[in-house]
């Protein structure tokens, strides 16, 4: 939340949205690049396993309403510390995706794919890792948002060669999210969506919000942009009156006054 509030803020109080990722950063784990959920009113990092990998976002979009090139360049290595502590931490297979380890993380709570029938805990013996068994469409749509973002910064702040390490490290990683998570519908090649994965390589059977990540941030190629978009506008599935639902309506778990259902 922290995250989109700078990024609204920065509009017309950008020196408040620019103290507010201040703050998440006072409190960076320096070993592992961790950013916590919240900061309590003693400047003390916690809550619970922290949030998404948005941080880099929210710093580029201040900056680019700002135009705070000091900012940027004040900011850039905690998004780069934030981003290795994903791969680091969160990759249990050490495959270059990455799982979350548990609903808050996601900021998605208890969100359908969470539930104790879809989601189960893995331990990499040799890393120490600890995740869920599925990889995620939003965490890895984000991380490839997160290299973009670098990728642009380090081009602001005169770095041509990393400018050019994570934007190629960004495409790699774009081409492969298309491959592993976009299921076509069953018996329609014109329509899809973007779904976890567990790591046996089938899909987990939930069409939530977290495959809207990958429009978000411009994963899906053109194609695949237009079957999703069949999709949401289905409205047996997605299209309602005022908005798209957390989950599918189709989902039996789905309930019109669910938290995240």
Known sequence: DTYKQAVAMARFAPEVAKAQLRLIVSTQDEHTGHLPDKVDRCGHGGGCSGKPPLFGWAVWEVYRATGDLDFLREMYPAIEAFHGFWYAHRDVRGVGLC???EGMESGMDDGVRFLPEFAHGVRNQSTQVNALDFWSIDLNSYLYLDKRVLALAADKLGNSSA???????????????????????????????FQDRYMNGTAVPVQGCEGYAALFAEVASAPQAAAMARVLADERRFLANFSLPTVSRADRHYQPRGYWK
């Open 99 to 101: 799982s979350w380890t």
């Open 163 to 193: 400018a050019a390490a994570w934007s190629a490290s960004a495409d790699a990683l774009r081409s492969r999210l298309q491959q592993v998570f976009y299921v076509a519908d069953s018996g329609s090649a014109d329509s899809g969506f």
